[in-house]
């Protein structure tokens, strides 16, 4: 039973972290809160339709939605975010509420307002392993987001990109006068985290065979607690922070005696922080 | 001559770095003071540590025989200590003259009888005498951000003046200024020091300082190497030593 | 006639939370994304004071006041020794736990809300619906007046100087931290102010009345018309209020054009449309 909520706590955790980590990205580098990350997250989800229509097949449907919200997160930031990175703060902030509102409202007018099933039925089997139970559907996800994990640490630690990413999040100033190119190192940072979190909408569909517009809303305020637990701007505290968040829920479901309601704990925990340790965890 | 300002053992590190490693410095009534040394020394950290703006780790900071180190910067602002900035800090979307009367607000933003007063004719007559005294007279409803470096520095130091202080800090008041421009600082520094006030200056090109300080003390890695005249101080092995790779010492 | 009556109080009811959330946002330069909390707290205190209590409207409106400012010092308080990004969470997340107690605390009417708030009414006259607008718009041209005292006064001054530069601010002597909660204290009452004349006007109030969305509306008004001026909550109100009207025939579409709307601005006029800096004011000032 322990192990049950263990491993749903990761797949969930999973889910988190890889949402969580596109507005630790943006953030970083551009110090901006991307509240329509959220909205980039369902466009996966929608992607998948679109996906299957052409080719109905589930690894079709990763690589397009993951292009396709790679491609949009560029797009916003080049045509939305940058034009006004000189503003007062609450100009993009504004912005970026406008963009969510704007995406959830078409996915609403493009695909209706109701839960639309994910358009392949996976049947999931059940591991067990002596006395323990997995489910199929759980592995699947925490399986997939380690593996996504797995190359963004790679891009992250191991690559010249990454050292760029990481060097214009310190210090953009410092790190232009070393010659890295902070527009491409922004653009390249909105790519890998809307992909990120296109992956994140697709997985999602399946887990909860359920697509519907305002799918982004729940991700959109528990990503945003995740980066204050974790600290704005830290991968490492974002990963800790999303699988702690995951796992914490899911123990809290299993083990209070009493009906808790799942997704105020993300709130609390935000809230806690906030007062006690704004920095979060690993924050600056 | 009474001392002022007394910085005593002052240490001050950022995570694993120790920016000041136990700093004393005596500044007397009515002395110029220049506070030299390479990049990185720890000057402006010293400044910031005087003006509130930091807290020491270690020591005490005293004015007028009064501990003030962890008192935060606009109560040090009220006690009589103003400063400037290493790079200018204007409010940028404010008119020349608002900049100044900000700090002419001082003692009406002590509690809160006074807080929904309006600026009166004395307040305005103030700020434009402030502003001759700058040279800035004319630009007076001009939008800050639009005017000149160096206009911005005078600015800094009107609205400091406006405090009414009796210890004034400069943070390299001569920074990206051309050689037309730091002949008029000069003379506001010297203006400055005919009123009465203390003064610390740092600056680190030393030649600037000469003419108008009568003490140099030199910081080097949070510690101060030398203290003396400008000349005992320019011929120091130590200072000349800390200085090499340095782009002018003289 | 009583539609262009009920517009106008609108209005007026949605320039005075402008102003106060400009006070706030435009003058002290601090993110508040829960404003619409600081109305709900009004509007409640405002309804349950005469419901409960049996008060006229009188006595409930400034009561309303006083207790939505003490709230919004005890919110402000540990809020704003937080920066920026945090503050924006910070309050996102208050205008989210106001909003879970007026709905699940029975205190507050759960998801009944509360009803039967009086209309205002003088000498045991009830007032009539022209009678409510002239009330309005004299607390619109209050709170305008009050708006304008900060902004030319010394605390005015004070709060540009820390929406500009803190540390600047700090060494000239302005108490950084005092001024930004004073600035949230004055924002809340005047929200207070706008809460409890809906609630006598609706009569009925809900928790989804004051949501993340009306936040956001908000804000918007100060933003479109022009941040940290008067003039621009005035026109950002009253673009904002005839909107939904004026995009009716639009219907599905509504919320669409909106966000849309917003993005535009956002992206091509956030100095708002006549707000200091912007363009069309210039022009209009004859200067651009």
Known sequence: MLLQQIINGLASGGIYTLVALGLTLVYGVLKILHIAHAGIYALGAYMALIAYKIYPNIYFAFFFAM?????????????????????????PLIASIGLFLALEELYRLIWGPYVIPFPQKFHWKTYTIGKIRLPGA???????????????????????????????????????????????TIALSFIIGSALAGAAGLMVGVYYNSIYPTMGDVPAYKSLAVIVVGGMGSIEGTVVAGFGLGLLEALLLGFLPFAFPRDALAFIAMIIFLLIKPEGLFGR | MSTILEVKNVKKRFGGIEALKGVSIALSKGEILGLIGPNGAGKTTLFN?????????????????????????????????????????????????????????????????????????????KAIELLKAVGLESKKDEVSENLSLGELRRLEVARALALDPEIILLDEPYAGLRRHEEGRISDMIRELHSRGLSIIIVEHRVRLLMELVERVVVLDMGELIAEGSPDEVRNNPRVIKAYLGEEEVA | MNYYLTILIYIGINSILAL??????????????????????????????????????????????????????????????????????????????????????????????????????????????????????????????????????????????????????????VNVYKFKVLAFVLGSALAGLAGSLYAHFMMFITADDFGF??????????????IGTVRGAFLGALLLTIMPEVFRPLSDYRMLVYAILLILFMRFLPEGLIGDESIVWKKIRGKA
Not at chain 2, 74 to 94: D, M, N, S, W, Y
């Open chain 1, 67 to 91: 292009v396709s919200t790679a491609l949009a997160g560029y797009l916003v930031q080049k045509y939305l975010y940058w034009p006004i990175i000189d503003q007062p703060r609450i100009v």
């Open chain 1, 138 to 184: 759980d592995l699947f996800v925490f399986a997939l987001s380690l593996i996504f994990l797995a190359i963004l640490y790679w891009i992250v630690n191991r690559t010249r990109i990454g050292l760029a990413m990481r060097a214009v999040a310190d210090d953009k100033e410092v790190a232009e006068a070393s010659g890295i190119n902070s527009k491409w």
């Open chain 2, 49 to 125: 540590c005087i003006a509130g703006v930091y807290h020491p780790d270690d020591g005490e900071i005293l004015f007028k025989n009064r501990r003030i180190d962890m008192l935060p910067p606009h109560r040090v602002a009220e006690l009589g200590i103003a400063r400037t900035f290493q790079i200018v800090r204007p409010f940028k979307t404010l008119s020349v003259i608002d900049n100044v009367l900000v700090a002419l607000g001082l003692k009406n933003y002590i509690g809160y009888k006074n807080l929904f007063k309006k600026p009166g004719a004395n307040d305005f007559k």
């Open chain 3, 20 to 173: 106060s959330l400009n006070i706030i946002v435009g003058y002290a330069g601090q993110i508040s994304l829960g404003h619409a909390a600081f109305y709900g707290i009004g509007a409640y205190s405002s309804a349950l004071i005469a419901t409960k209590l049996g008060v006229s409207f009188w006595v409930a409106l400034p009561s309303a006041i006083v207790i939505t400012a003490i709230v919004g010092a005890i919110l402000g308080l540990p809020s704003l020794r937080v920066s920026e990004d945090f503050l924006a969470i910070t309050t996102i997340g208050i205008n989210f736990v106001v909003q879970a107690v007026f709905k699940y605390v029975k205190f507050f009417g759960g998801a009944l809300g509360v009803s039967g708030i009086p209309f205002p009414s003088l000498g045991g006259h009830r007032f009539s619906l022209a009678a409510f607008a002239v009330m309005t718009a004299i607390f619109t041209v209050i709170s305008a007046l009050v708006a304008h005292l900060i902004n030319t006064s010394w605390i005015g001054l004070g709060l540009k100087a820390v929406r500009e530069d803190e540390l600047a601010a700090s060494s000239s002597g």
């Open chain 3, 213 to 226: 969305p009306l936040s956001i509306a908000i804000l918007s008004m100060i933003v479109i018309g022009g």
